[in-house]
C-alpha cells in the first residue's frame, strides 16, 4: 500500500508518500512541509485568512514534490488521505477539495482524515507500538489525553476546559514581551531562571478528573509581571523557570492519574507480576509543546515510576506533519474500511471520541 498523504488544518502546508509492503515494513518515501511561521509571527498567532491564502499558493506545487521526492507517480499511489478537520476551515477547506480533485482525476480512493487521529497513529508507524496505549497530544491548539485502543477506537479521557498547552505558553510569552511562538522562547530564558520565586496556581491538580485548564495560570503570570513591573531579564527568567515548573507539576499529577486508570483498566493486557519479561505499556506524546525538554523529562520519570514506556516520537513528526495523515489513511485502508464519498466535508470542530462532545461541551 502507498499513500499520499495532505496536512493544511493550521499553519504548515505538508504533502508525504508512506508505504507499507506485504511483509508489513512501513516506510516513510517522502515528508514535505512548509511552515508559514514567517507571515504568522507578525500577528503573535495564527491568523485564518493568511493561513488558507499560503495554503492555495503552495499546496500544488508541494505535492508535486512529495511525489518527486518518494520517485512515484501518481498512478503509483493506492489512495489519497487528506485532513478534514479539526482545524481552520479555510485551510481544511483547500487540503481536503485538493485531495478530492486528485481522487477523483487519478480514480483513487480518499481517505478523510481525522488530524488527531493522524497524531495519535504516529507512535506505530515510528515504534511499531501495539494496542492499547495511551497519548498526550499538547500542542497550540489541542490537550489531550487519549486513550488508544484500536484504528478508529479512542477514548477522550482528558481534555483543556480553556487554553491549550502551547497557547498557554505563546500567551505568557507576549506578555513577556517574549518572541512567537512562545515555547521555545519560554523554554530558553527559564534556563537561567529560578523556578521558585513565584508560586504559580496548579490547575485541577489533586482532582479525580482528568482534565487540564491552564487560563488562571496565564493569568497570574500577568499579575505577578505586573506587580513587578518594569521587568529585568532575571525577572522574565525568573516568571519562565516558575511557569514552567507550574505546568511540569501540572502534568506530573494529571497524566500519573492517567497511568493509574489505564494500568487499572488494562491489569489483564500488562500484568505487574511480569514487568520483566512482559510488554510494558506505553504513553505517547506528540504536539509542538512535546519540544520542552524539561517537560519531557517529567514524563520520562513519571512512565519510569509506573513502569510504562514513554515514547516521544521525533520532533518533526510530532508537529504538524502530512506522514501522520498518510499513514493514518493507510493504517484505515488495512483493516479494509471503506474509502470516504467524494462530498465528505470539511470539519472545523471534530473531537476522535463521538462521545467527547457530550461529554465536556464543545472542548478543544
Ligand atoms: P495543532 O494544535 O493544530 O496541532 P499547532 O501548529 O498549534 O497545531 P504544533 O505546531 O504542534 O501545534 O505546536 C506549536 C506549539 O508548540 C506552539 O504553541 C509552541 O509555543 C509550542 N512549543 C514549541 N516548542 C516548545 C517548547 N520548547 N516548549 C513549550 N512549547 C513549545
Ligand atoms: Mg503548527
Ligand atoms: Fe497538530
Known amino acids: 500500500l502507498r499513500i499520499l498523504g495532505i496536512e493544511t488544518s493550521c499553519d504548515e ?14 516506510k516513510v518515501l517522502s515528508d514535505v512541509v512548509l511552515s508559514q511561521l514567517d507571515e504568522h509571527s507578525a500577528y503573535g498567532g495564527v491568523v485564518p485568512e493568511i493561513a488558507a491564502r499560503a495554503h492555495v499558493e503552495a499546496l500544488d506545487e508541494l505535492i508535486e514534490e512529495a511525489l518527486q521526492r518518494a520517485n512515484v507517480s501518481l498512478n503509483e499511489v493506492d489512495a489519497i488521505a487528506a485532513t478534514s478537520g479539526p482545524g481552520l476551515i479555510g485551510g481544511l477547506l483547500v487540503g481536503l477539495m485538493t485531495g478530492k480533485a486528485i481522487a477523483r482525476a487519478a480514480g483513487k480512493p480518499l481517505y478523510a482524515v481525522n488530524h488527531l487521529e493522524g497524531h495519535a497513529l504516529t507512535a506505530r508507524l515510528t515504534d511499531g507500538l501495539s494496542f492499547p496505549y495511551l497519548m498526550l497530544l499538547v500542542s497550540g491548539g489541542h490537550t489531550q489525553l487519549i486513550l488508544v485502543r484500536g484504528v478508529g477506537d479512542y477514548q477522550r479521557w482528558g481534555t483543556t476546559i480553556d487554553d491549550a498547552l502551547g497557547e498557554a505558553f505563546d500567551k505568557t510569552a507576549k506578555l513577556l514581551g517574549l518572541p512567537y511562538p512562545g515555547g521555545p522562547a519560554v523554554e530558553r530564558m527559564a534556563r537561567d531562571g529560578n523556578a521558585d520565586r513565584f508560586a504559580f496556581p496548579r490547575p485541577l491538580v489533586g482532582e479525580a478528573r482528568l482534565d487540564f485548564s491552564f487560563s488562571g495560570l496565564k493569568t497570574a503570570v500577568r499579575q505577578a509581571a505586573q506587580d513587578i513591573a518594569p ?8 516568571i519562565c523557570a516558575s511557569f514552567q515548573k507550574a505546568v511540569s507539576r501540572t502534568l506530573k499529577d494529571r497524566i500519573g492519574r492517567g497511568l493509574q ?8 493486557t500488562f500484568p505487574a507480576a511480569a514487568p520483566a519479561t512482559g510488554e510494558k505499556p506505553a504513553l505517547v506524546v506528540a504536539g509542538g509543546v512535546a519540544a520542552n525538554l524539561e517537560l519531557r523529562g517529567t514524563l520520562q520519570t513519571l512512565c519510569d515510576k509506573n513502569g510504562f514506556r514513554f515514547i516521544a516520537p521525533p520532533l518533526h ?24 464519498p467524494l462530498d465528505v466535508q470539511p470539519r472545523s470542530r471534530w473531537p476522535l471520541d463521538s462521545n467527547a462532545e457530550t461529554l465536556i461541551g464543545f472542548g478543544k
Open 231 to 238: 521587568l529585568s531579564d532575571q525577572d522574565v527568567a525568573d
Open 13 to 26: 502546508t505538508a504533502a508525504a508518500v508512506v508505504e507499507r509492503d506485504a511483509e508489513g515494513h512501513s
Open 317 to 340: 513528526l510530532c508537529t504538524d506533519n502530512a506522514v501522520m495523515i498518510a499513514w493514518a489513511g493507510l493504517e484505515r485502508m488495512a483493516t479494509g474500511a471503506a474509502p470516504d
Open 261 to 268: 486508570r489505564f494500568k487499572t483498566e488494562f491489569a489483564a
